[in-house]
């Protein structure tokens, strides 16, 4: 068998020596290591299944000399029934043993259809085929129907690239036995057309890259933290005390006062760790990143361009890439883990007023992830003075309605008050006592305590700020990331981005002849230069298109006002303003939330035009862009209610137009703080109840609902199926990672309501934080249940948000002295 092994090898080399010099490099060319092939090699190749014999199988016109047609034999993992010889449907290997760290995806042809030649090696031979073809159509009677020869090249083309993908994905995989990983190919698996490349990281590996990633591993070392003894922290156990039946039961065996020493990882110094278990030394997630590192440095190589796996995903090569899940979450024979235990500590919704074990979330999912839902935790909890205060403003107008002055003063029928009409022509002179219900709400939310809620609501921004900074330094220390500095991130996880290096591919091949020997090439200022004008022309044409919306809004309102005016249905004409107020919100809600998705996927182009070299670049510039266009579409209209309205109405006979014969409309009689609470009102509940929770929930219901009724399996059929599936077949089905910029952006956006405009809508607060504790635990169960397990990344903070969250503080405080300034002057 080894002989025959040989003999291939032996093949592919006399067919590389062989390729014609026009023929174009179409696959990713073979490593040194094929031409060393011997049986130390084909014993660590047990431990990969290669492809099947017929895909090694090259053109026989292409060479004549007769090969062998025998194919290297895959290993079987499953019976002649269909089911795996192994039953553990755990994340293992075939054996049942060797854990699966990481597993590549990929599409492969039905089984049924069988596999051309290799274009790599036939690429003549497809034309001397396409050639004989027709000249046997044309020689031949047209007897039956043959075969189009545009069909017969597409179908060629077709086996081409799947060539070329499969040449590359060989190449690649050989490159990563030589780093030590063990490969096992699922080609087999109940997923039509998906085949699963199995990846294990054996203890060297794990131990000689821990060493150069400079992981901190827990060494024996243990030490007592010691608690303080002053009255602060007296006060704190106090508390903490009280507070018990609050915290979620995950650290039931770990006592809190003690801590692990941790050092960098050594292979010299393995006597400093406690290596008694050495399966569970190296968690899931570090043994899940430490793969992904020798993913991203193995490279494919082709004559002028390198491949690693991002450039090998965004072509196809493979279709996905994950680490799986711990385990099952439900049922009886579910094993003990920490993917099941955060299900039950913090992805239900039975536990809503606990804390979250930000501990298990970090081990679980990553710093990066544990400082999201850590973030979000402290800004709920911040959330419950603000509520409580925004609550006793708003019973304090309800209290204080029937004393307001002024409100008195217009609902007085002794007052026989006639005011001048609201539009020409269409309008009429008007009554003031008929205003006194507005007059009345408007006090519930503009009275003496809201300037104290507006003062408070800044302050509160300040203090939050604050607060997180304390619990964010606090985490990096409980988490040893005080050491985590710029220098280690650029090392690690700033690598090159696929669209960079394809472009760069591109200006080498036009500078080949032009660039001196030795210098690196890589994108200038000058070559994103026409990227550079188009985003700034665009973000330029997105915000003139926001504030056309809007005044198109502001038509609708004066148009709107004027047909019910002339209406003949006294109801129509009974309640105008109301009316007006609440289907101009209604129709802003909607092209907000039209609007988002538009200014999203733009944002994304956009990013994508520029090229940026690392996907921290990428993330930021998308970030930015997205937060611009997003927050300038939801504040538009409220930034015009409050501080625009009313103030270029003109005065009677010398009113301001627009549009011809429309009249700028005015504030009612009370001011338009009204009129501002509910937009704003209208824009934060809608969006946190539709963009937010109904689009979380629905959509993923929706696309299960017909993936269902494609399938022509029933119900209980499905689920069947679903239990026989191993646990890469299952983390498949889920949803991919898209990032955390979706889930920081909506929180964002819902601070800067809170704190913005809180003086108009004092419930603000409360709403926030009921959303607040829906999406915690909805967050919760959609990263646990319906997403594929991130990639654990490292991170010591939460990056450009904390510099959002700072401009929008110290704006907030700005605008709300703005806006009772205007309102005290002009009410």
Known sequence: MERQDDGDAGSLKQHDSAEEPDTPPLACERSGSLQKEGPDMMRRNDNYLPVPGEDKNLDVDFNSTSKSKESIPMKNLYADDGSPLNPRLGPYFSDGQRRVDYVLAYHIQKPSSIRRPSSRFGDNNFIRRLRRSMSMRSSRAPLQPKEDPEIAAQKQRTDYHEDDKRFRREEFEENL??????????????????GFLKIHAPWNVL???????????????????????NLVEKIRLFIHKITAPLHPKVDANRPQSIKSLSHPFSREKQHLFDLSDRDK???????????YEVLKRTRCTRAKYSMGITSLLANGVYTSAYPL?????????????????????????????????????????????GLYFAWLGVYTQMLIPAAIVGVIVFLYGCATVDDNIPSMEICDHRNNITMCPLCDRACSYWKLVTACGTARASHLFDNPATVFFSIFMALWAVLFMEHWKRRQMRLNYVWDLTGFGEEEEEEHKDHNRAEYEFRVMQKTLKQEHSTPKGEKVKLTCTDRLPAYLTTVVMMGFMIAVTFAIVFGVILYR???????????????????????????????????IILDEIYAAIARWLTTLEVPKTDKSFEERLIFKTFILKFVNAFTPIVYLAFFRGRLVGRPGNYLYVVGSYRMEECAHAGCLMELCIQLCITMLGKQLIQNNLFEIGIPKLK?????????????QEEELNKTLQRHERDHILGPFVGLSPEYMEMIIQFGMVTLFVASFPLAPLFALLNNIIEIRLDAKKFVMELRRPIAAKAKDIGIWYNLLRGLSKVAVIVNVSLFCLFVCFI
Not at 177 to 189: Q, R, Y
Not at 281 to 291: E, L, P
Not at 353 to 359: A, E, L, S, T, V
Not at 704 to 716: A, F, G, M, Q
Request: net charge positive.
């Open 558 to 592: 004066i148009s709107i006002k004027a047909a019910l005016h002339m209406s003949n249905y006294p109801a129509a004409r009974s309640n105008i303003r109301a009316t007006v107020k609440t289907t101009a919100a209604i129709i802003n809600l909607i092209i907000i």
């Open 325 to 369: 899940h711990d385990g099952e979450i439900e049922g009886v024979n579910a094993e003990p883990n920490d993917r099941k235990l955060l299900y039950e500590e913090w992805a239900s919704y039975s536990v809503f007023y606990k804390y979250q074990p930000i501990g298990l979330i970090r081990k679980y999912f990553g710093e990066k992830v």
């Open 207 to 229: 131990c000689r890259e821990a060493e150069f990633m400079k992981l901190k591993m827990p060494t024996k070392k243990v030490y007592d933290v010691k608690q303080g003894s």
């Open 281 to 291: 030394f190296f968690d899931t997630k570090t043994r899940s990143s430490i793969v």
């Open 704 to 716: 299960k609902l017909l993936r269902r009724r494609k399938s022509e399996l029933d119900s209980k």
């Open 177 to 194: 036995l030589e780093t030590g990983l063990e490969l096992e190919k699922d080609e087999g698996s109940k997923i039509p057309g998906i």
